[in-house]
């Protein structure tokens, strides 16, 4: 069964622009959540979607945002993009909240965004 | 707020070695555990979700226990091999409607 896709795996943008990461989440899985990961921060949550609802969110800035569609495929955008923005954007799906306990997560190849 | 803390930050052992990678939490109220691999520049890998109300759990060459009261879970890996090198990531699912909570991971190189 296919995996969680994430596109594109690789994209440099310039300071200032935005960019649209898309992640299709595993069939069934309503739940998709999305990370940043950097060397020194590590692996940081930033929201999460089930439903088309956004259901948690992490301490990031108001540029950055996502939405989820009726077939759970989700997408990310960041506004105004910062130097500090670069990063590995990864996207994790899941069955449903209540049902995570059996299951976990599954996670995709992510994103390498580079702001020049 | 939970924390989840991975050390050594780095690990090196020849082939063969058996090795336990830690992973420690503040939390004890836990959800699930699970462990994952992530090749330079790649995913993330599941490599075994251990749900609270269990003690370990095995696959191949992999073993991962859990200790609630202690706020502590163990990877242990068999034989090492090379192909074994990569991050090992721990991370800790605090409530069923909770986000997944990392640690910075343990880089793990596996010496010919």
């Known amino acids: 069964k296919a995996g969680v896709t994430q596109t594109p795996r690789y994209l440099i943008k310039t300071r200032g622009q935005q960019v649209t990461l898309s992640c299709s989440p595993i069939s069934g899985h309503r739940s998709v959540s999305w990370y940043q990961q950097t060397p020194g921060q590590g692996l940081q949550f930033l929201f999460e979607y089930f439903s088309e609802t956004q259901r948690n969110k992490g301490n990031f800035p108001g540029r950055f945002s996502g939405r989820q569609f009726s077939n759970s495929r989700s997408e990310m955008n960041v506004s105004t993009l910062e130097l500090g923005d670069s990063a590995l954007y990864l996207c994790a799906s899941s069955r449903a909240p209540g049902s995570r306990g059996e299951n976990g997560y599954t996670f995709g190849s992510g994103t390498r965004l580079t702001v020049v | 707020k939970q924390e989840v803390t991975q050390i050594p930050a780095a690990l090196s052992v020849p082939e063969g070695e058996n090795l336990v990678l830690n992973c420690s939490f503040t939390d004890s109220a836990i959800y699930n555990l699970q462990w994952f691999r992530q090749d330079p520049g790649k995913g993330l890998t599941s490599l075994l979700l251990?749900?609270?109300?269990?003690r370990e759990q095995t696959s191949g060459r992999l073993n991962a226990s859990l200790d609630k009261s202690s706020g502590r879970s163990t990877l242990y890996i068999a034989a090492s091999q090379p192909g074994d090198s990569a991050t090992y990531l721990c991370?800790?699912?605090?409530?069923?409607?909770?986000?997944?909570?990392f640690g910075k991971g343990i880089t793990l190189s596996v010496r010919p």
């Open positions: 251990i749900q609270s109300s269990q």
């Open positions: 991370a800790v699912l605090p409530g069923a409607n909770s986000k997944l909570t």
